[in-house]
């Protein structure tokens, strides 16, 4: 009986319809992006097709924020390409992925509101995994750029743009309990880990 169970629950999970996101954008930083989205919140980030992703979840709300777009957009199985003569600014891609069902959308610019909301959240997900690296880098090998690095995720956060901000908070305490680093940006990554932290829904 929990064998049947489990592989019940197994083909649930694999049939879960799945938001993918794609932005190829050569010259720029990124110059590709992959993101995908699950139901449950998880999400894979990557700059390269074949990269190992980064794993991250985001709150219950964002995510229904973003399948509640993609319903919108009736899953992507109509274009939303404007027509307009506009700069390049990359190929875009929204892809809903359910089972044997996929459909898919690209496009440069659109004026589907939409479409420019769920391009905004993807746009989101992109900086916060920048910022990310860039503190991981940082704490690694640059003892100095640590509080910048800090302002930066203060700064999108103050924007309420950061995305899965809970991803942040194992470096955030890293800096903040680490006496190698400057009382500035130890103070600085306290205050921000403590707000993320008050944040959560109470239910958690």
């Known amino acids: 009986m929990r064998a049947a169970l489990f592989v019940l629950a197994a083909a649930m ?30 999400v894979s980030y990557r700059e390269a097709p074949d990269d190992d992703p ?12 973003l399948f509640d777009l993609a319903g919108r957009l009736d899953h992507f ?22 089972g044997d069902k996929k459909n898919e959308v690209k496009f440069n610019y659109s004026l589907d509101d939409n479409a420019r ?22 704490v690694r090998h640059d003892k100095l750029g640590v509080n910048d690095a800090v302002l930066n995720i203060q700064a999108e956060w103050d924007r309420k743009r950061l995305a899965g901000p809970d991803q942040f908070l194992p470096l955030l305490d890293q800096v903040a309990k680490n006496d190698i680093y ?15 932290r008050a944040a959560r829904p109470k239910a958690e």
């Open 13 to 42: 999970a694999m049939a879960a319809p799945r938001i993918v996101y794609i932005k190829s954008f050569p010259g720029s930083v990124p110059a590709y992006v992959q993101i995908g989205v699950e139901p449950s919140g998880e």
């Open 182 to 196: 400057m009382h500035i940006a130890r103070e600085r990554a306290a205050e921000l880990a403590e707000a993320i």
């Open 54 to 65: 980064e794993m991250f979840k985001l709150d219950p709300q964002s995510t229904a924020t």
């Open 117 to 138: 909301a769920l391009y905004d959240w993807f746009e989101r997900i992109t900086e916060s995994e920048r910022l990310l690296v860039d503190l991981r880098r940082a």
């Open 77 to 98: 199985s109509h274009p939303i390409e404007s027509g307009l003569k506009v700069a390049n600014m990359g190929e875009k891609t929204f892809r809903w992925e359910d």
